[in-house]
């Protein structure tokens, strides 16, 4: 606390314009007798947390203003200076301007006793009618609403990412994996696609959150309604809310909306979590299919010739991060009695962080992807070898009659006889192959190739190479 400030905080009080008002120093400490505990002021405290909230609590504040005006609780030329005076405010709170004082319990309170010392006692009208709980569950659902617009936008960024990479690459194979063994040629494009349908669900998951959470709660006071006559539907309209809240105890004590968020957060985590193992696999020398730009890794401070993947498995390190904010928001809710309870002011460390750390990984994953270089050589070798069309045999042998099980089979014996020898399917004569079974004539050769592996694969779904291109020229329509 620089003296400064304090200076600042004790001439308004000087001025009589402090919402102070009792010994407590608090706007509600008319029934204390004893001022706050020192620890228990800075034990409860949520400023440096909640001021994040400020541009929509003004925002909020402007309306319920406005409706505490239409509903004559407030005459014309107050409703204006309030307005006038919370405009104030955000200008400060906008400019980096505003002197949070050590009393601002949070940042409802803080902005209230700004707007006081600005406008004098009138400030004190604004608060009629509301309670920091309905308060509090507006704010947030404001700024959610916000921040989910935003997070669609950078996901839907990410996903035009990976579409242009794939396409760039759109003629590559790559070995596809089961239980991380080489098992069937598939496009690189495919692989990358695979994330934007990931991507895709993520989207429809916050779209929904939006929607539910899209609800006005101010009117429901404390927990038990207002007695003013406002009319909350026109408040909601101001706010761009479609509907109100119905039921005041559960607008205040509400949380699930947080909770969905949070777990869809946790979801997209997971996925962008993938995707990052992925990437340290390809990137390291086992695998050498990608190489990370340079300006997207760090060395290591012993080994010379060390370039980790530093960001993906930041990434994949702070997945558990966002599910332990889930697990939070969960655990704080699960005995809470109705309808507000403290407690609740623990939401929204736990939704922040999460959404920070969604937006960080999904901007830092976006540049990088852009920026990746994928080893067409390494991938065009890779894929060659395995046996990893053997199914393309068996399916061959359907062909020509011979039920999947014995193709399985004789396959099988085929690999084995390749494994023995040392050698690939693709490496057998004819002749050779005959003795496998009579079944086969010169027609597998025309099967026996990676493209014709994945040409073949030509459903809807399908790795084939039409089919891929069919999908990134639909996803790009989609995501233009
Ligand atoms: N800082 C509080 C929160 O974040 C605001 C509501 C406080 N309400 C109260 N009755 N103490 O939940």
Redesign the pocket.
């Known amino acids: 606390q620089s003296p400064e400030k304090e200076g600042h905080y004790l001439m308004a009080r000087a001025k009589g314009r402090s919402p102070a008002a009792s010994e407590s120093g608090k706007a509600w400490g008319g029934r204390f007798r004893h001022k706050t505990n020192r620890l228990v002021e800075s034990f409860t405290v949520?400023v440096a947390v909640?001021r994040r909230l400020y541009a929509h609590d003004i925002q909020g504040s402007i309306a319920h203003c406005k409706t505490l005006g239409k509903a004559r609780v407030l005459t014309a030329s107050e409703t204006r200076t309030i307005v006038r005076g919370l405009e104030s405010v955000k200008t400060e709170l906008d400019r980096g301007r505003f002197r949070f004082i050590p009393q601002d319990?949070?940042?409802?309170m803080a902005i209230e006793r700004r707007l006081t010392e600005l406008i004098g006692p009138l400030g004190g009208k604004l608060h009629t009618g509301r309670?920091?709980?309905d308060?509090?569950a507006l704010d947030i659902r404001l700024y959610l609403r916000d921040q989910l617009s935003q997070l669609l936008a950078h996901l839907e960024n990410f996903q035009r990412v990976l579409v242009a990479k794939g396409k760039a690459h759109r003629t590559v194979a790559m070995p596809g994996y089961t239980h991380l063994q080489r098992a069937q040629p598939v496009l690189f494009a495919h692989h990358l696609l695979a994330y934007v349908e990931m991507i895709e669900r993520d989207k429809g998951r916050f779209r929904d959150a939006s929607v539910r959470l899209n609800v006005m709660p101010l009117g429901s006071g404390?927990l038990a309604g207002t007695n003013y006559p406002v009319d909350r539907l026109f408040t909601a309209g101001l706010l761009g809310f479609p509907t109100v809240t119905q039921n005041s105890l559960d607008a205040v004590s509400d949380r699930d909306f947080m909770i969905e968020v949070a777990s869809a957060l946790s979801i997209t985590m997971m996925h962008l979590s993938r995707l990052s193992e992925e990437l340290i696999l390809w990137s390291s020398q086992e695998f050498q299919f990608v190489e990370l730009p340079d300006a997207f890794c760090t060395g290591s401070s012993m080994m010379p010739q060390k370039k980790n993947p530093d960001v993906p498995e930041l990434v994949r390190g702070k997945t558990g991060r966002v599910y332990g904010h889930l697990v939070n928001l969960l655990t704080t809710l699960k005995a809470l009695p109705l309808s507000?309870n403290?407690d609740?002011?623990e939401?929204?460390p736990a939704l922040f962080d999460a959404l920070d750390t969604v937006f960080a990984s999904v901007e830092v994953l976006t540049e990088l992807m852009r920026r990746l270089t994928v080893n067409r050589d390494v991938l065009k070798q890779a894929v060659q070898s395995g046996s990893m069309l053997a199914t393309e045999v068996a399916d061959y042998l359907v062909t020509r009659g011979v039920p999947f099980r014995e193709a399985h089979a004789i396959t099988g014996r085929l690999v084995r006889a390749a494994l023995d020898q040392g050698r690939e399917l693709t490496d057998f004569s004819l002749e050779e192959l005959r003795t496998f079974s009579e079944r086969i004539e010169k027609g597998l050769f025309l099967r026996l190739t990676v493209t014709a592996a994945i040409d073949q694969k030509s459903q809807i779904g399908g790795t084939a190479r039409t089919r891929v291109e069919q999908r990134i020229k639909e996803l790009e329509r989609m995501l233009s």
Request: aromatic share 6%.
């Open positions: 949520s909640d319990e949070d940042i409802h309670s920091r709980n308060q509090v404390a507000y403290r609740l002011q939401d929204k």
